[in-house]
């Protein structure tokens, strides 16, 4: 490692030679440590130069090693993106070390900056890329850039330098992963910041090799040798909660950045209304009922008629809300312009309303950096307390603010400041779904009856998806698919729902009417089958079940779609009195944070089928996987092993 260290500074003058690349490749042993990739970066050399003013000027540099031919073909081109309103980057070199001794330096016409793919977000950014051409197992690629400027981490956001200064200005911060698909064999971050700052930082998830020192600036140097690709675990937590990274702030508290997420939005006037705001929102509220019905009629509107659509407004993009005026005349956004529209019309509507900043997907570390990709809205209710509202997730949704972000931080824009904070766990009542069948088998086995599903919450979400997030056309195919693909031989005569669009009047509801024949197996006086819902009827609307019980443990906490209950009660009469019923014994486990029980049951001269299942939050510790796979796999056993019913 000390002998790649020294490559650092030397590749830089374009005086290191292919053989000597090689000889610190060897030295390294890095096809025998890394035989099971295709590729290896081999070193990531990350520098920044702080100013006073929050700007930095960053010089990276990386070697990138090609092991087989899979990995040679991904090395023939490099990217980096980047947004043209916040950092300028420049492609300095690009250097082919080839493993029979030669070497290429790549001029710039192998260099190319061109519009990034872009899908509902288009702010402009651009994607800068090094065709490198033909590579073979076993040559390596160097590469340097600079950049200037910074990325704003809500929304992912030469010349004149003022422009590429933080809008925290003053303030420097830094996020920097040191993971990635394929491993690293050593990366390091260093940063100079003046020393008329105060600096925090943390390190996470790693064993990193940290050094300090004062000179003309405060210095930080972050190493860490060998990280490998992070394995993944079905319905892991997000990768930024895993995997090493390094934060670093001069920012000095949540206060701070709360205050300057209050200021910045005021300043440039996101929230001031128009008289045509002003006569939709009297329009809207016309006939309210009491404060919670005038707040839901204001997120339900912003929530369905702002299309979720992002176009730039030049400067400011991705850290200000675009004003309620310009959100209001395009009828579109992201979810920071969805957010200040919400709170353009709830302060028309005489409401104390603000922005809030949160993560979705990943944690919130516990220091002050921009760790944000979301933006909401947060209401003052006449108690005194806040309720987060989220326009963008709550399309054709019951709920106001999203318990798919259940236990997730959030950082409120105060003009008094605050603290990072975490939402709350949805209680699973909230969310039930309930699914009824009443039917009848005869003689042949053939099964007649009536399903009836009802769903609130986030399962009312789930269900409804059906038809919200796809065509009309669609509708009746895919309503008949959810039996069909269980019993294709299925026959249904009948199917009734709610209006899927009068999402806020009632819960969801669908009824079936239905034949099945041959269900069950008949064999003299027996009649075995099993539940339409142990078979897999409306299964991908069970979150909880969704989980991998193949896992022995697990190495990462994990999560589901929300907390949840389902109760399931299935009725079946037979041609003549049940003699026996032979069924999976009664099942009942509570693990705490999940719980079950089911049975069988003849009493009723039925055979009735009877489940309920809780899934009590959304994000659970690894440590509570053998309790969850305990009630998983009670759950699995109704599902593999039919009922054998014989008959008088």
């Not at 907390?563 to 999976?584: C, G, H, Y």
Request: hydrophobic share 35%; charged share 30%.
């Amino acid at each position: 490692m000390k002998y790649l260290l020294l490559f650092f500074a030397l590749l830089a003058t374009f005086s290191v030679q292919a053989d000597e690349i090689r000889k610190a490749i060897e030295s390294e042993h890095l096809e025998k440590t890394y035989q099971d990739y295709h590729k290896v970066l081999v070193f990531d050399s990350i520098s920044a130069d702080v100013k006073e003013s929050g700007l930095s000027y960053v010089t990276r540099k990386q070697l990138f090693y090609a092991i087989d031919e899979h990995g040679a073909g991904d090395l023939n081109k490099v990217t980096y993106n980047y947004d043209p309103l916040s950092a300028w980057v420049e492609i300095k070199k690009a250097v082919i070390y080839r493993k029979d001794g030669t070497k290429e330096v790549l001029d710039t016409t192998h260099f190319y900056d061109y519009p990034q793919p872009a899908r509902m977000i288009y702010w402009g950014a651009r994607q800068k890329m090094i065709e490198a051409g033909k590579l073979n197992p076993g040559d390596a690629l160097y590469v340097e850039l600079f950049r200037k400027g910074f990325t704003y981490a809500l929304l992912q956001d030469g010349g004149d330098d003022d422009k590429y200064i933080p809008p925290m200005r003053g303030h420097y911060y830094d996020i920097v992963r040191f993971f990635e698909s394929f491993p690293i064999h050593l990366k390091v971050f260093e940063t100079a910041i003046p020393k008329s700052k105060e600096v925090q930082y943390k390190t996470f998830n790693a064993d990193f090799e940290v050094t300090t020192e004062k000179k003309e600036k405060q210095n930080f140097t972050f190493k860490l040798e060998k990280s490998m690709p992070v394995k993944r675990e079905p319905n892991m937590v997000g990768m930024d909660n895993v995997g090493p990274k390094v934060l670093i702030t001069t920012s000095p508290d949540w206060e701070a950045k709360s205050t300057w997420f209050y200021g910045v939005n005021e300043d440039f006037g996101s929230f001031e209304s128009t008289p045509e705001i002003d006569a939709k929102v009297n329009e809207i509220l016309e006939g309210a009922t009491s404060e919670l019905d005038s707040i839901a009629r204001l997120t339900h509107w912003v929530a369905d008629e702002i299309r979720y659509s992002g176009i730039s407004m030049g400067e400011g993009e991705g850290y200000t809300l675009h004003t309620g005026d310009m959100t209001f005349t395009d009828r579109c956004g992201v979810c920071k312009d969805k957010a200040g529209m919400l709170i353009t019309m709830l302060r028309a509507a005489g409401f104390e309303s603000y922005a809030a900043m949160t993560m979705a997907g990943s944690r919130i570390e516990d220091i002050p950096a921009d760790q944000f990709n979301h933006s909401i809205t947060v209401v003052k209710r006449r108690s005194g307390e806040y309720q987060l509202l989220d326009p963008t997730w709550v399309p054709f949704v019951r709920e106001l603010w999203s318990s798919r972000e259940q236990q997730q931080n959030y950082l409120m824009g105060l003009p008094e400041g605050a603290d990072l904070m975490i939402t709350d766990v949805s209680e699973p009542e909230n969310h039930y779904l309930k699914i009824t069948n009443d039917a009848k088998i005869d003689e042949e086995g053939n099964l007649k009856g009536t399903l009836h599903v009802t769903a609130e919450g986030q399962s009312d979400a789930s269900l409804r998806s059906i038809f919200t997030r796809n065509y009309k056309s669609q509708w009746d195919d895919l309503l008949d698919a959810e039996l069909q693909r269980i019993f294709p031989q299925a026959k249904i005569s009948n199917i009734t729902k709610t209006d899927p669009y009068k999402y806020i009047e009632q819960p969801a509801s669908i009824v079936y009417e239905y034949t099945i024949p041959d269900f069950a197996i008949v064999h003299e006086d027996k009649y075995i089958f099993n539940a339409l819902s142990n078979q897999g009827f409306m299964e991908h609307n069970r979150f909880g079940q969704r989980l991998n019980t193949s896992l022995e443990k697990r190495d990462f906490d994990y999560r589901i779609g929300s907390s949840q209950r389902v109760e399931i009660e299935e009725n079946f009469e037979l041609p003549s009195k049940i003699k026996d019923l032979t069924a999976p014994q009664t099942q009942k486990k509570d693990a705490g944070i999940a719980n079950m029980k089911a049975a069988w049951d003849k009493s009723k001269n039925n055979a009735e089928f009877t489940m309920i299942t809780s899934f009590n939050k959304r994000v659970f510790k690894k440590e509570t996987w053998p309790g969850m796979k305990e009630v998983l796999e009670s759950i699995n056993l109704f599902e593999n092993k039919p009922v054998v019913i014989e008959t008088k």
